[in-house]
């Protein structure tokens, strides 16, 4: 890891039962570390809803290999570890359609947080968005230097319910506030203060960095480890409820579907308050 991760794969029996070969990320497995990277590098790796689902798809793949210890999760190319939602994806004719949206969103953070093994999330870039609640809800998030951080949905109307739970624990209610209203983001310094992310590194040595923290955790105790694992995330579930009840409604407002419009037509929106 201590370059870009590569395509080779070691396939475990259940890889060799479904597909491995994805369109939106790059799955290796090598040793007892998995990686999963967000491979959609024109897009500065924007999360659609293929990405989710395949994301959560490779998941489901570590969570039943024995031999899997640890997992990374990181980004391609030099720019963006995530630069957030994908906005192509956020047009909705109903209840049905951004409710199946908002289940595979879900789906894919839940399976992050409950699979046994620890999430590293290697931030080697732009942190946005969605990016940036990966790194909230990743067990560890190491950051090069070059990493910057920020929620900015509040500039086309999307509300992170997600992320207002999951960050309150993290950054705190005054932080996490900041970050939602004002639509700023951080470097990767303040981002460390704040507790996004545990460590800081030069970019070049970012995955040098993951690599042997994740041979560290794989070469503990497997059943200490995934102890305290669960141990970390109790309780956390009922957030996605939260997210069930009102992500699919919250992604039909008008001033979201203004929001949309104007970021792809690079205007200022014109927001109605509905």
Known sequence: MSEQPALRRRKSAKQHQGHTDYETILFEVKGHVATVTMNRPHKHNACNLKMFQEIDHALSLVEDDQNIRVVVITGAGDRAFSAGVDFG????????????????????????ENIPQPVIAAVNGYAYGYGCKIAIVSDIAIASDKARFGLQGIKVGAVHVITLGRGRGVLGRGRLAYLLFS???????????????????????????????????????????????????????????????????????????EGRRAFLEKRKPKFRGR
Do not use: C
């Open 89 to 112: 994806d956020l047009e909705f004719e109903g209840m049905k359609e951004s409710t199946d949206y908002v289940n595979s969103d879900a789906r894919m953070f839940r399976r992050i």
């Open 183 to 257: 639509g700023e983001t951080i470097d990767a310094r303040k981002a460390e203060d704040w507790g996004i992310v545990a460590k800081v590194v030069p970019h070049n040595k970012l995955y040098a960095e993951v690599e042997s923290l994740a041979q560290t955790i794989a070469q503990h105790p497997v059943l200490a480890v995934r102890a305290t694992k669960k141990m970390l995330h109790r309780g956390h579930d009922d957030d996605y409820r939260w997210e069930d009840l009102l992500s699919p409604g919250l992604l039909l407002m008008e001033d979201l579907k």
